[in-house]
């Protein structure tokens, strides 16, 4: 009943973007503060991004930080992210996250 869908990932070189989606349904997306996760072959999950309920504030890791950015539309229940000038280091699969809800993942590949 409670799922979040990611999609929106591919393969891109090196300088390019990609827009990653994250829907939901089950629940109202709007009353939660929701995270952007990756993990690549061989490391740990880490955080990316993640925005608040209310105000609309947002983290973002240093990694990727002037680069990536996060954003919600309440109205259609999904959150994106925003990946641009794309590196190497970005590759990994990217989940979204609502306290106690892991999306699928979607695979994002950097490559020349």
């Known amino acids: 009943q409670l799922q979040l869908v990611e999609s929106g990932g591919g393969l891109v070189q090196p300088g390019g973007s990609l827009r990653l989606s994250c829907a939901a349904s089950g629940f109202t997306l709007d009353y939660y503060a929701i995270g952007w996760f990756r993990q690549a072959p061989g490391k740990e999950r880490e955080g990316v991004s993640c925005?608040?309920?209310?105000?609309?504030?947002?983290y973002y890791a240093d990694s990727v930080k002037g680069r990536f950015t996060i954003s919600r539309d309440n109205a259609k229940n999904t959150v994106y992210l925003q990946m641009n000038s794309l590196k190497p280091d970005d590759t990994a699969i990217y989940y979204c996250?609502?306290?106690?809800?892991w999306g699928q993942g979607t695979q994002v590949t950097v490559s020349s």
């Open positions: 996250y609502v306290p106690s809800y």
């Open positions: 925005i608040s309920s209310s105000d609309g504030a947002t």
